[in-house]
């Protein structure tokens, strides 16, 4: 295990490990994020590891030293809670970043690293009946072409653009089922040239070959013995290899990972070492070795693989309440606050 792995988490922000998981450190004082803040989403500059992005409850943060020190970006949405912050794999200057309960959802966008913001023209539904407020929990940019995009809403709908956001189209109705106003994830897979959009609704797996104009799916229920679909991740420049969690709901007593090495069309269950105490919400594979994978549970039981998801470890430490994961080549350099150390 290598470089640093860093937990979001709802009213303890951010705990990270730069040690293989041997020890791990709460925020120190003096920060833009408090220590016991709620943090919501994780990203990374695909230029420079070091580089950090975080949704937190008073806006959008970014750390320039693998997650030591977070300093808060200025924008419009300062002090709102920001659900989702994506950064464009092949342009890190290219932003979106979207907010939710308590929160208004509003998706905005940057194309110069933060010094400037705009809201998307498109119409986003202020309350909805399974959540009360939405919150914009799914971005998708298309590989094989910068100008498509994708997003959705916890509850809200399925949303496309084909002009690198400047419009939008709504889109969920063409879903085959029920409940295709839940999205929880959407992946954009090359797939050696046969193109798949992949959206994870509350119960159901759809791809698309045609950019969303025709759908086919699978019910997890069916298919897996589980019908709550909810995190996924793709290694980084991965032409079909999809990780998937299906729980028993929200947050759960129990999940499923899976693996799709052929673009969502099959699954293989992963052997997990004990069984999740919840709903598997979250799931990050090192963008410098698609081997290294973690995953974190809604009530706090994280797991890391070196082999691709093929044997797991179940990290000593337990957290509260997870909303994010991830995993950066680059090695934090941390520098023990007052109480900020948890050994075992």
């Known amino acids: 295990m290598s ?10 922000a951010v705990i990270k490990s730069s040690d293989k998981g041997d020890t791990w450190h709460r925020l120190g004082l003096g920060q833009d994020i408090e220590f016991d803040a709620i943090t919501r989403s994780l990203d990374v500059d695909p230029t420079d590891p070091q580089r950090l992005y975080i949704g937190t409850d008073v806006g959008l943060c ?11 970006i200025d924008s419009p949405f300062n002090g709102e809670t920001v659900w989702k912050v994506a950064v464009d794999p092949q342009n890190p200057k290219r932003i979106f970043v979207g907010t939710g309960a308590p929160s208004r959802a509003v998706l905005w966008r940057t194309t110069d690293g933060g010094e400037s913001w705009d809201r998307a023209p498109v119409e986003i539904p202020e309350h909805c009946a399974g959540v009360s407020k939405p919150r914009l929990l799914a971005f998708a940019y298309d590989p094989t072409d910068s100008d ?8 809200g709908g399925l949303f496309y653009s084909d002009n690198g956001g400047d419009s ?5 109705s063409r879903l085959l089922w029920e409940y295709n106003s839940d999205i929880h994830s959407i992946r954009v897979l090359p797939n050696h040239g046969k193109k798949v959009v992949v959206v994870v609704c509350v119960n159901a797996i759809y791809r698309s070959f045609d950019d969303g104009q025709t759908w086919e799916g699978v019910n997890p229920n069916e298919a897996f013995g589980l019908y709550y679909a909810r995190a996924t991740a793709v290694p980084a420049g991965s032409e079909d290899t999809i990780y998937l969690s299906v729980s028993d709901g929200t947050p759960g007593t129990t999940s499923l990972v899976l693996v799709s090495r052929d673009a969502a069309a099959s699954w293989q269950l992963l052997p997990l070492p004990v069984q999740p105490n919840s709903c598997v919400w979250a799931i990050h594979v090192n963008p410098a070795d698609a081997n290294q994978v973690v995953i974190g549970t809604k ?10 998801g093929m044997s797991w470890k179940k990290e000593w430490r337990e957290f509260s309440e ?17 109480q900020s150390v948890i050994t075992k």
């Open 168 to 172: 939008w189209e709504r889109v969920d």
């Open 322 to 338: 997870i909303a994010d994961v991830l995993w950066t080549p680059a090695e934090a350099k941390i520098e023990a606050a007052h």
């Open 62 to 72: 970014v750390s320039a030293d693998a997650g030591a020190k977070w300093t808060r």
């Open 299 to 308: 009530y706090g039981h994280l797991f890391t693989s070196t082999n691709g």
């Open 148 to 155: 498509k995009l994708w997003f959705g809403l916890e509850e």
């Open 3 to 12: 470089g640093t792995i860093l937990v979001s988490t709802v009213g303890q």
